[in-house]
C-alpha cells in the first residue's frame, strides 16, 4: 500500500530537482535510484514482527514512540525511556502526566512588564514561548496533546484576538489535557477567546420587536440570538454531523435501502435551541448592573449601555491599547451579565422551550430544556445534554488518534479507544489521560504486525521543524527561543489557522491518496513545501556546527549540534543508522541507506578528515537528503 503526496508530476519534478542538485555537490548518483521516481514519494510500509512491546527492546522503537507521542525523539529522551526499563511506555505515560505544566501566559506577562513598564507585545511573542515550551518543555505528551486539543477547539490570531487571550487560551487547553472532557468543554465554551472568536461573547436574547411598546428599549428591534458557537461546538467540538457507530463508521438510517443513509445529528431548531442557550455572557470582569438614578428618583431598570460597555473591575480603562495586555477580561471565563445584581440574566434567553440534541437515553425528555433557568444552569445542561450524545466518544477519538499515530484509524483501533473514553475502568466518562493512554499503547500503535498496511499520518510543517530541532539539540546564544517570524517559514503556526476548521479537515484525501485520508496533504502546497524546504535546507547546511555554539551566529538563531556524530564520522554505516533513529525511527529501506551510503562515498571528507567544512556537509548531506525524502515525510510502521 502507497501513500502517494500531492501529484506525481509535481512529486517527479520536485525530487528530480533535489537529487540532481545533491548529485552535482555530494556526488549522488542517480542511477542507483529506483526506476520511477513515484516511488520516492511513496511508503511502502512493510509488514515487521508480531508481538506487543511493553517497553521498547531497541533505540528505533523508543524513537517511534516518542515520535507520536512527543514532538519528536532526541538521544536523551529515547535513553530516558529506555532507562525505564520493564515498566516502559506506560511508565513513561504516568510520568508525563504528573509533570508540571508548561505555561505561556506567565512568561508573555513577564514580557509585557519587563523593566518596570509596560511593553507591547504580539502574537509572535506568543509564538516563540510556545515553540520555546515544545523544544526544551520537560511535559512533553502534555505539550502534544494540547498541541492536538489546539487543532480540534480553534480559535485564531486571524481575528480580533489579542495575544494575551491566545496564551490564556493554551494555558486552558494545557490544564485541561489530561482532565476531563466536560470541564474541557466547559472551559473552551466560557473562555473569552472562544466567545470572541465564534461570536457567543455578548450574544443575547431575541429582540421584542420594533414597535413593540412593551418591550425595554434596548430589546426593541428584531435581533436573533447568533448561531455561530451554536453549530460549531457540535460540528467541530463533539459530535459531528452524522451519526455514528461506536467504532466510528457511520449509522444507516434505512437498512433497507442500498448504501448507507446517514442520520443528521442536529437540525437547524436544535441549533436554535443551542443560540438560545448560549445567551447573555459577557466578559468575567464586568461590574453587575447597577439601578440607574435620575431626577431624584431611582428608575427600576439599569443602564443598558453597561452591557456593551462593560465598565470593569480591576481593569485598566478602555482606550489605551497596551493597558489592555493586563486587562481580566482577557484572562477570565465569561460570566452570566448581571449574576447576584437585581437584575440577574437580563439578556439571557429564559422565556421558551429550547431544542436540543435528542438521541436514545437522553436526560432530557425529548432533549428539549424547558423554560425559565438561569443562564449558568441552562449552560451546564446543554453542555451536559452533548456530552452525553453517544457520538462524542468515537469523534472525539478518531480526531485525536488522527493527531497522534495514523490518519486512518481502523474501526476496531477507534472502537477500543472510544469504549475507554465512554468509561476509564472507574466509571469515568470522558478521561483524557485514559484516552491518551489508549490511543498511544493500542496494539495498531505498538504492535507493527497488528497494524495495517496504510497505517500512519504525513508530518505537518511544525512536526518537522520542532523534529529537527529537538533530535539535534538545537540552541540559541540568546539561551532561549526567539526565533523571528517562524511561522512565516513554516506557514502553520499554533492558534493562526485560517478558520475555525484549522489548516486542514480531518476527512481530506488527496486526489492519488487511493481513498485513504490524508488531512496533513491539504497545506501541502507548492509554496509551502518550497519554503519550509529552502529552511530546513539552510537550516542544516549554515547553522549547523561540531564543538560548540558558533559565535559569529546571530543570537537569536537556532543552531544544531552534530557533536553526537562525531564519533561516528569514519563508520558510514553506523552514521546512517544514527540518522535513521533520529529521524526515521529505524524504519529506512535498505536502498535509501545504499543511497545515503554512496553520498558519503562520494563527498570530500576523506581527503580533508580536519576540514569543518567538510565535516559538516557529511552530516548535513545525511539529514537533509533524509528530511526531504517520503520515508521521513509519511510516519508509517
Known amino acids: 500500500m502507497k501513500i502517494i503526496l500531492p501529484s506525481n508530476r509535481y512529486a517527479q519534478t520536485l525530487i528530480q530537482h533535489f537529487f540532481k542538485k545533491f548529485t552535482i555537490c ?25 508481538g506487543v512491546a511493553l517497553y521498547p527492546t531497541t533505540d528505533a522503537e523508543a524513537a517511534r514512540f516518542l515520535t507520536q507521542a512527543t514532538f519528536g525523539p532526541s538521544l536523551s529522551s529515547i535513553a530516558e525511556l ?74 485564531s490570531e486571524h481575528s480580533d484576538l489579542n495575544v494575551v487571550e491566545l496564551a490564556s487560551y493554551y494555558d486552558m487547553l494545557s490544564k485541561n489535557t489530561f482532565g476531563n472532557y466536560r470541564t474541557l468543554l466547559e472551559e473552551v465554551t466560557l473562555h473569552p477567546a ?63 435501502q442500498a448504501g448507507i443513509q446517514p442520520i443528521p445529528t442536529y437540525s437547524q431548531e436544535t ?42 473591575t480591576d481593569d485598566p480603562a ?39 440534541l435528542n438521541y436514545p437515553g437522553v436526560r432530557l425528555a425529548g432533549g428539549i430544556l424547558p423554560a425559565g433557568g438561569s443562564a449558568r444552569g441552562n449552560m451546564a445542561k446543554a453542555l451536559d445534554n452533548i456530552f452525553y450524545h453517544p457520538n ?22 477507534i472502537r477500543r479507544v472510544a469504549s475507554v473514553f465512554e468509561n ?4 469515568v466518562r470522558g478521561d483524557l489521560a485514559a484516552t491518551v493512554r489508549a490511543i498511544l499503547l493500542d496494539p495498531e500503535a505498538r504492535d507493527k504486525s497488528q497494524a495495517p498496511a496504510h497505517f500512519g499520518k504525513v508530518r505537518e510543517p511544525i512536526m ?70 529552502r529552511f530546513l535546507e539552510g537550516k542544516i547546511y549554515w547553522s549547523s556546527y561540531f564543538g560548540g555554539l558558533d559565535p559569529d551566529q546571530h543570537e537569536k538563531i537556532t543552531q544544531l549540534s552534530f557533536n553526537m556524530f562525531a564519533p561516528l564520522l569514519n563508520q558510514p554505516q553506523a552514521l546512517v543508522n544514527k540518522v535513521d533513529v533520529l529521524f526515521t525511527y529505524g524504519s529506512m529501506p535498505q536502498w535509501f541507506k545504499n543511497e545515503l551510503l554512496q553520498t558519503i562515498a562520494r563527498d570530500k571528507y576523506n581527503q580533508y578528515p580536519d576540514s569543518d567544512y567538510y565535516r559538516r556537509l557529511r552530516v548535513a548531506n545525511l539529514i537533509w537528503l533524509t528530511m526531504a525524502s517520503p520515508i521521513y515525510l509519511v510516519e508509517g510502521h
Request: with cysteine; aromatic share 12%; proline share 6%.
Open 392 to 413: 462524542v466518544a468515537p469523534f472525539i477519538s478518531r480526531l485525536l488518534i488522527q493527531r497522534l499515530t495514523t490518519s486512518n484509524p481502523t474501526p476496531a483501533y
Open 424 to 427: 476509564n475502568g472507574q466509571g
Open 82 to 155: 529506555r532507562a525505564l526499563g520493564g515498566s516502559g511506555y506506560l511508565a513513561w505515560i504516568d510520568r508525563q502526566i504528573r509533570k508540571p505544566r508548561s505555561q505561556y501566559l506567565v512568561t508573555l506577562d513577564a514580557l509585557i512588564n519587563a523593566n518596570g513598564q509596560l511593553n507591547d507585545v504580539s502574537p509572535y511573542d506568543f509564538h516563540n514561548i510556545w515553540f520555546d515550551r515544545v523544544l526544551y518543555g520537560q511535559d512533553q505528551l502534555r505539550l502534544r496533546v494540547a498541541y492536538a486539543l489546539s487543532q480540534i477547539f480553534v480559535v
Open 26 to 50: 555530494c556526488g549522488l548518483a542517480l542511477s542507483a535510484m529506483p526506476s520511477h521516481a513515484e516511488l520516492l514519494f511513496a511508503s511502502s510500509f512493510e509488514q515487521f514482527e508480531s
Open 194 to 256: 472562544m466567545g470572541r472568536y465564534l461570536s457567543m461573547w455578548r450574544n443575547r436574547k431575541p429582540g421584542q420587536g420594533k414597535d413593540n411598546p412593551n418591550a425595554r428599549s434596548d430589546l426593541r428591534d428584531d435581533a436573533r440570538p447568533d448561531e455561530n458557537y451554536a453549530r460549531e461546538i457540535m460540528q467541530l467540538f463533539s459530535i459531528g454531523t452524522e451519526m455514528l457507530n461506536l467504532d466510528g463508521t457511520v449509522k444507516d438510517g434505512n437498512a433497507g
Open 464 to 533: 518537522r521543524v520542532a523534529n529537527l530541532y529537538r533530535a539535534l539539540d538545537g540552541k540559541s546564544r540568546l539561551g532561549r527561543f526567539e526565533e523571528a517570524w517562524i511561522g512565516n517559514k513554516t506557514q502553520q503556526m499554533v492558534l493562526d489557522a485560517p478558520s475555525v476548521f484549522n489548516y486542514y479537515l480531518p476527512d481530506y484525501r488527496s486526489p492519488n491518496a487511493r481513498q485513504m485520508l490524508a488531512p496533513e496533504l491539504q497545506i501541502m502546497t507548492d509554496s509551502q513545501v518550497t519554503t519550509l524546504n
Open 318 to 356: 478602555e482606550g489605551v491599547r497596551a493597558h489592555r495586555l493586563r486587562a481580566l477580561r482577557h484572562r477570565l471565563p465569561m460570566k452570566p451579565w448581571g449574576e447576584g445584581s437585581a437584575y440577574p440574566d437580563a439578556y439571557h434567553a429564559r422565556e421558551g422551550t429550547k431544542q436540543l
Open 271 to 312: 441549533i436554535k435551541g443551542f443560540a438560545h442557550v448560549f445567551t447573555g455572557w459577557n466578559y468575567g470582569s464586568c461590574q453587575d448592573p447597577q439601578p440607574y438614578q435620575w431626577g431624584g428618583g431611582e428608575n427600576p431598570d439599569f443602564k443598558p449601555w453597561h452591557w456593551n460597555w462593560c465598565p470593569q
